[in-house]
């Protein structure tokens, strides 16, 4: 297994690196040099210059709008964009529905979905988790009973990120209520804005963003036209989306860049001392810190390597989402204590009172606990290398 990078795959990341260097606007590079949070109209800005150079989704086949590229490429572009902080596109159409839709929708939902959600027109949300439906997540109650040619839902989903800016949403919904509860799902395309009955209520994260909302279905029509994949089999192409989603929150390139932020605030002289980055024992976090995220990364290389092959992401994704998140946390705890008083700043704190780049570092701090529980929580995360991999009998 080849894990090293081809002389071709090294141009191509120069030719990257480049190309969004030039292409990223100075108002959003700013932002990006610093740490900040982008507002949805500024992700929807940098979505179209991507989507105007054929980059928007760069997983897509050809033939419906994507580059075309290789594993290793869209691996390769994936941390040239993190590296350079570049408003992280919403993943829900482009990466999530879009290729289910590809997989196993119609032509006609193929035609009237993929143009839009290429383009940005169209902003998908996720509805997965519910109240009592989180990390279990085939205990979901949302029902979607027949009616003619429709689905009438009822009930609630929350955590559904950014469902306030969403012209569609995906869910998960209960269509059978009998036998194994894995086998009564479908997955099902809801018009957020226009349905009547579908209501959103966002609320803040503890770091001050508007990430989350509840959403709630009070006998909310949709056509059966709109469900992908046949009846009571929605859990087969959920399983598949929560593979490709726990492998990338595992963030190892978001890891790369909080360390490169830890650096640079070690190497910021204190008010009346040195820089902390002359402390022999902080060095040793540091050390420890950078030490865990090479080892993660080479276990994602392992990951890119077996994808060359054809081989799709598995169970061991589920190690990915562990280690990654935990190294996460890790990292931005060590940017919290690196920053001493100056972590009890806040975005909103005047430019004076502290550099500009370290203003969102108590917000990702915060917004970051949750990362070991969001995409499944590590301890289900557990239960599945135990069962799968390592082959123990479940209690």
């Keep these: 297994m080849d894990m090293s990078f081809t002389p071709e795959q090294i141009a191509f990341r120069a030719e990257v690196r480049a190309w969004i260097a030039k292409a990223l606007p100075q108002h959003l590079r700013h932002k990006a040099e610093n740490g900040g949070h982008f507002e949805m109209d500024e992700i929807l800005e940098w979505h179209k210059i991507l989507a105007a150079k054929g980059w928007a989704a760069p997983h897509w086949p050809k033939e419906v709008g994507g580059p075309g590229w290789d594993v290793g490429q869209r691996h390769i572009f994936g941390e040239e964009l993190i590296r350079a902080g570049a408003p992280p596109l919403s993943p829900f159409g482009l990466t999530m529905v879009g290729p289910l839709i590809i997989q196993f929708g119609t032509d006609e939902q193929k035609k009237r979905f993929l143009p839009k959600i290429l383009s940005g027109e169209e902003i998908w949300c996720q509805g997965y988790s519910e109240p009592n439906a989180g990390s279990d997540l085939a205990s979901l109650q949302l029902r979607a009973d027949k009616e003619g040619d429709d689905y009438i839902l009822n009930g609630q989903k929350t955590w559904t990120t950014y469902a306030q800016y969403a012209d569609w949403i995906f869910v998960l919904a209960r269509t059978n209520a009998g036998g194994k509860q894995q086998e009564g799902i479908s997955f099902l395309l809801a018009d957020i804005k226009n349905t009547p009955g579908i209501e959103v209520k966002p609320f803040l994260t503890t770091g001050g963003t508007p990430a989350f909302s509840e959403t709630w279905f009070d006998n909310a029509r949709i056509p059966q036209a709109n469900r992908v994949g046949p009846e009571n089999q929605g859990w087969t192409m959920a399983k598949a989306l929560l593979g490709h989603e726990r492998t990338s929150i595992g963030g190892v390139a978001e890891t790369a860049r909080w360390l490169g932020v830890i ?61 990654g998140t935990e190294l996460q946390q890790e990292a931005t705890e060590l940017a919290m204590d690196a920053l001493g008083h100056n972590a009890m700043g806040w975005f909103d704190s005047p430019t004076e009172a502290m550099p500009e780049y370290q203003l969102w570092v108590a917000s990702n701090f915060n917004y970051l606990r949750a990362a070991t529980i969001y995409g499944g929580s590590n301890e289900i995360q557990k239960n599945i290398i135990s069962k799968m991999i390592l082959g123990l009998p479940q209690a």
């Design 263 to 323: 650096r640079r605030i070690a190497r910021d002289a204190r008010a009346g001392g040195k820089p902390l980055i002359q402390d022999a024992a902080f060095r040793r976090r540091l050390a420890k810190v950078e030490i865990r995220y090479r080892t993660l990364a080479m276990a994602n290389m392992r990951t890119l390597a077996a994808a060359q092959l054809g081989q799709a992401p598995g169970p061991e994704s589920s190690i990915l989402k562990i280690v």
